[in-house]
């Protein structure tokens, strides 16, 4: 069985605790934070106050994934505020502070993981798999929601897979919708993260249960 994510990088922003709500009235257990700084990618985003304002309001798992640039200096303030897992990207600071971000994170009782981009082999987070409970691979390019499932990821998908214990945790994030989760779920992901398909669905029970099943 699957876990869905919503992002809530596509939820309404007037109303994000009804949509948390909401979220868990339909099954959802977590919730997928999106945290951009424009310079890792070209957009911005949300940042650890929101995670803060997040945590007393909702129980649901928050699944942050930081999309900004040498992410050692803001850990420590994303697990202070009520982050569940941490990811982290792998092409975001050195091979040292990568290791050390992901101990930092464990070391404050929160789980790590570590992200690829598209145009990065799954190889090059091989070393940092034993530091961490989750892998996201993003499927589509960070920074943007709304964009087109990028198939050609599911290799890599694949190998993680295969490099990894039945149970452990790989997320797939970008263009998952009824469609593409089942060709994620295949390849072997069992963490999937859904954003505007997910929060546009006309019967979101319906939704969280055929990406679940």
């Keep these: 069985m699957a876990i869905l994510a919503p992002s809530i990088l596509s939820c309404d922003y007037m109303n994000m605790q009804r949509d948390f709500t909401e979220c868990k009235e339909n099954g ?3 919730l997928h934070v999106d945290i951009m700084d424009g310079q890792f990618v070209p957009n911005l985003s949300f940042g650890y106050s929101l995670v803060k304002s997040m945590r007393p309001v909702t129980d649901l798992v928050l699944d942050v994934h930081l999309m900004i640039d040498t992410p050692i200096k803001y850990a420590e303030n994303f ?3 009520g982050a569940d897992y941490l990811t982290i990207h792998v092409e975001a600071d050195t091979p040292e502070n990568i290791r050390k971000t992901l101990e930092l994170i464990r070391s404050l009782g929160v789980k790590p ?4 981009k598209p145009k990065t082999p799954a190889e090059a987070i091989e070393e940092y798999l034993p530091m961490v409970d989750m892998v ?3 499927t589509v390019e960070p920074g943007f929601g709304g964009q087109s499932f990028m198939a050609d990821m599911m290799p ?3 190998w993680l897979r ?8 790989i997320q797939v994030d970008g263009g998952v919708d009824a469609k593409t989760a089942p060709v994620c779920k295949a390849a072997g992901a069992n963490v999937l993260v ?4 997910f ?3 006309e019967n979101k029970a319906a939704f969280v249960s055929a990406l679940m099943a």
Excluded: N, R, Y
């Excluded at 295969?162 to 945790?169: A, G, I, N, R, V």
């Design 156 to 158: 890599k998908v694949q």
């Design 79 to 81: 697990c202070k505020a």
């Design 194 to 197: 859904s954003g505007s398909a």
């Design 136 to 138: 996201l691979v993003m």
């Design 162 to 169: 295969e490099h990894t214990s039945p149970d452990f945790l």
């Design 28 to 30: 959802v257990k977590w």
């Design 199 to 201: 929060f546009k669905a």
């Design 113 to 116: 993981g570590i992200v690829v």
